[in-house]
């Protein structure tokens, strides 16, 4: 037996040493740290028998958001599963989540961990790995509803507190508390700075509010911070991006963009979503972004075929499109209609066919200059992005192509009622107003929109 999170846990054919160990790997993991990984690789080396090791082994290699980590992630799994002292049940509990994740069925790898939250409220890992998952469906009141549901059974003196209200900050700004989620964001920076969670979570009510100078004091961090840290550090750096984009600062943004967002080539989901949706941002400002798409292609490409992550496949599509690489979108767009046909009894399935492939049809008829499909595409489904995933700041980039959609194909009535929506939830934001400006001079009007601060 051992303390977590001041719970009492026992974990299967683990030494006290182990449960120390993999106790230490957990509140890396918590913390985005580089030096996870190969310390749970070493513990499942030097303790062949500790299931839980295995098991988190399964979990961290199935987040990695690729179907090329599947088999080992499957081994690991296995290996939990012939633990020679058998398993808790809250090892099988956790076992059966993480099958279901390697199976592609967030929605059940999310009820298992229900289970598993709902019999042991203070399980953190299970909760933190809910909260991932819940995140890439775009549950966000399921989210907060996780952490009401445990938080009584928790009190801030206990290990592990500010993870938990980190997480509840980040769904309650999801859910437009703004208010109490800056509260509970800062709390859980000031008594945990290491937490990037919670600083992502605040740094999103500023951008939700278009509290643009409060986000960029907020980010305000030497270039070299977070180098220990594995790629969300790069998110972190986007969000400085976005603030100084809205501000109209683009040149700041494509220095981020080399220094700390996309400064080498990567493969991961989460860079090619930031490079993607930083760089298109940029275009549609009339930044012109030198060659920067074309790394970002080539690693676009060794993608295709994951399906994984549905949030992750439009920002492929912008690397493809804005190359004028008419194959691989064809590839993809062929590869995702199929799975969605295939899995159309899932959840993954249906926001495929719903969501992914119109968004990626409207992406790639937006970069042939069609821009009336782009937009035909895109209007029925501007109130419905959410179930694709990510959060609201990151799918507005599926808004401003719409935006530009209308614009380019000189629909400035469509564009300008859009633009207004926008400016009412984006105040301050620059390039809104810059381009609200094009459209009501095309359209012989001066007077500013409703909403929008001068």
């Known amino acids: 037996m051992t303390k977590f999170a001041q719970r009492e846990v026992h974990w299967s054919g683990a030494t006290p040493e182990d449960h120390k160990v993999l106790k230490n790997i957990i509140a890396d993991y918590f913390a985005y740290r580089l030096s996870t990984f190969p310390k749970l690789k070493k513990l499942c080396e030097d303790s062949p028998d500790f299931a839980m090791a295995h098991i988190l082994k399964g979990y961290l290699l199935t987040s990695m958001g690729t179907q090329g980590t599947i088999p080992a992630a499957t081994k690991a799994a296995n290996r939990a599963a012939d633990c020679p002292e058998g398993l808790t049940e809250n090892e099988k509990g956790h076992l059966k989540a993480l099958r279901a994740w390697i199976g592609g069925n967030s929605t059940d790898a999310c009820n298992h961990w229900d289970d598993i939250i709902i019999d042991d409220p203070q399980d953190l890992l299970a909760i933190k790995l809910q909260h991932f998952s819940l995140f890439w469906l775009g549950r966000p009141d399921h989210m907060r509803d996780v952490i009401a549901r445990v938080k009584p059974k928790w009190d801030k003196n206990m290990e592990g507190y500010p993870t938990l209200i980190g997480m509840e900050s980040f769904a309650l700004e999801e859910m437009g508390q703004y208010q109490e989620a800056e509260k509970i964001g800062r709390l859980a920076v000031e008594m945990d700075p290491n937490d990037l969670w919670a600083i992502h979570a605040v740094a999103h009510v500023y ?143 249906r926001v495929a066919s719903e969501l992914a492939v119109p968004i990626c049809m409207a992406v790639d008829a937006f970069f042939r200059q069609d821009y009336k499909t782009a937009r035909d595409l895109l209007w029925p489904l501007r109130y419905d992005y959410q179930p694709i995933g990510g959060s609201h700041a990151q799918r507005d980039v599926f808004n401003l192509l719409l935006i530009e959609s209308a614009v380019c194909m000189e629909d400035y009535k469509t564009a300008r009622a859009l633009l207004v929506e926008r400016s009412a939830r984006h105040k301050n934001s620059f390039s809104t107003q810059k381009k609200l400006d094009h459209v009501n001079a095309s359209l012989n009007l001066s007077q500013p929109a409703v909403g929008l601060n001068a």
């Open 207 to 349: 951008e939700m509010q278009s509290n643009l100078d409060a986000g960029i004091e907020w980010l305000n961090q030497p270039v070299d911070m977070w180098q220990d840290r594995n790629p969300f550090r790069e998110h972190l750096w986007w969000h400085t991006a976005l603030f100084a984009y809205e501000k109209g600062h683009y040149d700041k943004v494509l220095d981020l963009y080399d220094s700390s967002i996309w400064p080498d080539t990567s493969n991961f989901y989460l860079d090619i979503q930031n490079a993607a949706s930083i760089l298109i941002r940029l275009e549609f400002a009339g930044v012109d972004v030198g060659k920067r798409w074309l790394s970002l292609s080539e690693a676009a490409q060794e993608r295709i075929g994951d399906h994984v992550l549905l949030f992750t496949e439009p920002h492929y599509t912008m690397a493809f499109g804005s190359v004028g690489n008419s194959a691989q979108i064809e590839k993809q767009i062929s590869s995702l209609s199929t799975f969605a046909s295939e899995n159309l009894k899932k959840r993954e399935g």
